[in-house]
């Protein structure tokens, strides 16, 4: 299952930028989707998800400026990310668990924000 992310650029330190995850198909047919970020020389992290029913999880440390939703008749995943600091810093990767075992990752999109 291809999945396409985008939405990545320069911004400066309080902006905002939107990703988006399309899938090449429904996105009901996986039970759970997420974004997560890899900064320089850290590991791949979770920083926001969502399942099937709609229920959304996020890292403590985006709690309140990220919002993580979806458009089904897009097949798409959105990560709305405001208040945009230093340490946001990194490439994003979109995944998807279709829930048979079947586990997918997305190209990264790269985010910088400059203070």
């Known amino acids: 299952v291809q999945l396409q992310a985008s939405g990545g650029g320069l911004v400066q330190a309080g902006g905002s930028l939107r990703l988006s995850c399309t899938a090449a198909r429904s996105i009901f047919s996986f039970n759970y989707m997420g974004w997560y970020r890899q900064s320089p020389g850290k590991q791949r992290d979770l920083v926001a998800s969502?399942?099937?029913?709609?229920?959304?999880n996020y890292a403590d440390s985006v709690t309140g400026r990220f919002t993580i939703s979806e458009d089904n008749a897009r097949n798409t995943v959105y990560l709305q990310m405001n208040s945009l600091k230093g340490e946001d810093t990194g490439v994003y990767y979109c995944y998807a668990n279709s829930g048979d075992g079947m586990k997918y990752w997305g190209k990264g999109t790269q985010v910088t924000v400059s203070s």
């Open positions: 969502i399942t099937r029913s709609g229920s959304t």
